[in-house]
């Protein structure tokens, strides 16, 4: 309100102009006496002396004693209790942390670990058997707290889900077992696969990384925490998850193997994949899609003849599967920053049979 009035025009009368605010012309020139007085010789509160603060040499004696070789790895809390117990207060907890954070130490003051950086996963396949992708999953029994394990190699070129087992153990000797049969029943070359999967512990044993390593197979690993990297394993056990026929939970590993054998005998030789262009895992794992292809394009062509005026963007064109799968593809952003292109592998022979493989 007083600004109101200092504001005023000079040919309005202060006591009007008081009046019309409702304040008293007493208090308008006691403000008005205060502004002239010299603000600089008067000291704010925050620069005043305070007299419960520590004194210069209390101040130091409080940083030594926590720089020390005894207390230099403890919080503050833990220094406070300690000299607590032996009959000395040096001061607050509180006033431990500002005197810390003034001297520029606040923080953890243990030892650290440096921070752990992971390479991004860049991985192209452009025919089946050059990228597997695998992981596990668990399944759920009536027992309470008891799981099953679910193991499943996935070539990520067709989606075509190459082998499975279930255990009731989670451990690298039975993922060492899995990939060596799985190796012999695909008749992998030495340097042929790379195998992707993300960090759990049978993935990162030293047991199932040497024996990787003798059977010449590059690994890959996806970054911590990051599930996208290992996204295609990740989708095929959602489309498991989400059957109408999912039981929720099995009796036993029976019950379970019998379950698994109908759905992955669908989902390789049945299931219409909306990442293939509607082709079947098998169909493009062996390369019978490219037939199919055109039996689908001579249908619609028939179609197109019988019913011109229904395409209006002209004669329909059957879609193919893409003829090449990334793992983190490289976009132009990370290309024109300097990014690492994927990486490319030579073109397999596809097998023309129907691939089964199931351990138990």
Known sequence: ???????????????????ALSLNRSTVYARRQQSAEDKTSRRSRRDAPQPRALSAEERRSVTDTLNSEEFQDQPPRAVYFKLLERGTCLCSPST????????GQ????????????????RLKATAPNQVWTWDNA??????PGEYLTLYTVLDLYSRYVLAWMISRKEN???????????????RIKPGQLTIHQDRGAPMIAHRFIDQMYELDIILSHSRPRVSNDNAFSESQFKTLKYQPDYPGRFRDAAQARAWAESYFDWYNFSHHHSGLAGFTPAQVFTGDYRDLAAQRQRVLDGYHRANPERFVSGRPAVKLPSQAVYINQVTEEEVAAGATTAVNFPTLNRVK???????H
């Open 1 to 19: 309100m007083i600004g109101l009035v200092e504001h005023c025009p000079p040919q309005i009368p202060l006591q009007r102009a008081c009046d």
């Open 96 to 103: 431990m942390y500002r005197l810390l954070r003034k001297a």
């Open 106 to 121: 606040i923080g953890e003051r243990r030892p650290q670990r440096e921070a752990q950086h992971h390479a991004v996963p």
């Open 138 to 143: 668990k399944l759920a029994t009536t027992t």
């Open 172 to 186: 690298s000797a039975l993922a060492v077992q899995l990939m060596e049969e799985s190796v012999a029943r695909y």
């Open 353 to 359: 049979e129907k691939n089964e493989l199931t351990l």
